[in-house]
């Protein structure tokens, strides 16, 4: 007599493993930083082996990442590959189960430790053999009531892996206290490959990218990059007797792990305000006069004393020894000094310590004088 078989008889689908391939590397899902890591996903292809799969209903991936299949779209009767599943990055195990849902009994098959998942891209885990350093030249305080400095240095990756997503920024306006910046110029470079150009954007006022990498440019074991920028910082009185200290921050990640690294660099500048800037020009006449029918010469120059500085100058003295001519051979015969312009006294006796006037002194001006802010004085001696 025919009939249906026994329950018990029956064939019901068995799930025997699960198994994963192309196990990506981390993605920081566009933000970074410490408190970013949240968001933070890889992907894996998940490969279930089975028998007997039910006529109907869907191949069931659950856990720690989820995907759905119908039985009609399987790759095979014995296994199915769901790819590109997303995983969180935070380097726990990772459990996924399978089941059918149309099984006449669940044959639901789970692992708790498939594989370890990738750990966080978002926050950075040290410095992974990335080496930045820093430095300046000073190109000292102006006429103008301004700093100029130029800052430069080099990202070197020494560590064993690639790294992209490589960025390069600094704060300017906080260590200066808020004082008007202004960049004169900027510069860098690296491996040609890399495409590495100078961020025409970077004013200095804020954290910003100093140079533009594309993302997905590798910087290789060894090989660097050299960036340089030159500032003017306004003198404001705050910035008086203030030790500045200037940090560099630069981050990338590890191309074989996706692995978040920063390393810093800081250089440091003690400013002082120049109230008094003294500057003195000196101005030949003629350097190859003419002799005279007596056998001498008429020779004479100008002396220009400036304060450029926004305080008075006090105890300005200026001298001048004749030497240079002495030491020749050539003797003063006579001299004079002409005041023409400014302020200040000449003294009388000044004969460039040539014993012409007995004298003999080097001070150009009688002693103790003052020079106001932004005056000048010429005098011509003859």
Same mark, same amino acid.
């Given at each position: 007599m025919a009939g249906t078989a026994p329950a018990s008889c029956s064939t019901e689908c068995i799930i025997t493993n699960i198994v994963e391939s192309n196990v990506s590397i981390c993605n920081d899902g566009g933000t970074s930083g410490v408190g970013q890591e949240g968001d933070d996903?890889?992907?894996?292809?998940?490969? &279930? *082996?089975?028998?007997?799969?039910? $006529?109907?209903?869907?191949?069931?991936? *659950?856990?720690?990442?989820?995907?759905?299949?119908? &039985? $009609?779209?399987?790759?095979?009767?014995?296994?199915?590959?769901?790819?590109?599943?997303?995983?969180? $990055?935070? =380097?726990?195990?990772?459990?996924?189960?399978?089941?059918?849902?149309?099984?006449?009994?669940? !044959?639901?098959?789970?692992?708790?430790?498939? @594989?370890?998942? +990738?750990? +966080?891209?978002?926050?950075? &885990?040290?410095?992974?053999?990335?080496?930045? #350093?820093?430095?300046? !030249?000073?190109?000292?305080?102006?006429?103008?009531?301004?700093?100029?400095?130029?800052? @430069?240095?080099?990202? *070197?990756?020494?560590?064993?892996?690639?790294?992209? #997503?490589?960025?390069?920024?600094?704060?300017? =306006?906080?260590?200066?206290?808020?004082?008007?910046? *202004?960049?004169?110029?900027?510069?860098?470079?690296?491996?040609?490959?890399? =495409?590495?150009?100078?961020?025409?954007?970077?004013?200095?006022?804020s954290i910003q990218e100093l140079i533009n990498v594309p993302t997905l440019s590798e910087l290789g074991p060894g090989e660097s990059i050299n960036y340089g920028f030159c500032i003017e910082v306004a003198a404001g009185a705050n910035l008086d007797q203030v030790t500045v200290t200037n940090q560099i921050i630069a981050t990338a990640n590890d191309a074989a792990t996706g692995a978040a690294y920063e390393v810093t660099a800081s250089d440091s500048q003690r400013f002082e305000e120049n109230t008094i800037i003294l500057s003195a020009g000196f101005e030949v006449s003629d350097p190859n006069p003419t002799i005279n029918t007596d056998g001498t010469y008429d020779f004479s120059y100008t002396i220009t004393l400036r304060n450029s500085g926004s305080n008075t100058a006090t105890n300005i003295q200026y001298s001048d020894v004749f030497d240079h001519l002495v030491a020749s051979g050539v003797p003063v015969n006579s001299f004079s000094l002409n005041s023409k312009t400014g302020v200040l006294m000449e003294n009388a006796g000044f004969d460039g310590a040539s014993g012409t006037l007995g004298g003999s002194t080097s001070d150009l001006l009688m002693s103790g004088q003052s020079m106001a802010p932004n005056t000048s004085a010429n005098g011509l001696l003859i």
């Open positions: 996903t890889f992907t894996a292809d998940i490969t &279930v *082996t089975f028998d007997f799969v039910p $006529a109907s209903g869907t191949l069931d991936l *659950t856990g720690d990442g989820s995907d759905s299949v119908g &039985v $009609a779209g399987l790759d095979s009767a014995t296994s199915h590959t769901f790819v590109g599943v997303e995983f969180p $990055a935070d =380097g726990g195990p990772v459990s996924l189960s399978a089941d059918f849902s149309d099984a006449f009994t669940s !044959c639901i098959f789970s692992l708790p430790n498939v @594989f370890t998942a +990738q750990s +966080q891209c978002s926050a950075p &885990v040290g410095p992974g053999g990335l080496e930045l #350093n820093k430095t300046h !030249c000073d190109w000292g305080y102006t006429t103008t009531d301004t700093y100029k400095i130029r800052y @430069f240095g080099v990202l *070197t990756n020494n560590g064993t892996d690639p790294v992209y #997503n490589i960025n390069l920024t600094d704060d300017l =306006g906080t260590p200066f206290l808020g004082n008007a910046i *202004t960049i004169i110029s900027a510069s860098a470079d690296g491996p040609i490959p890399l =495409g590495v150009s100078q961020n025409a954007n970077f004013n200095g006022t």
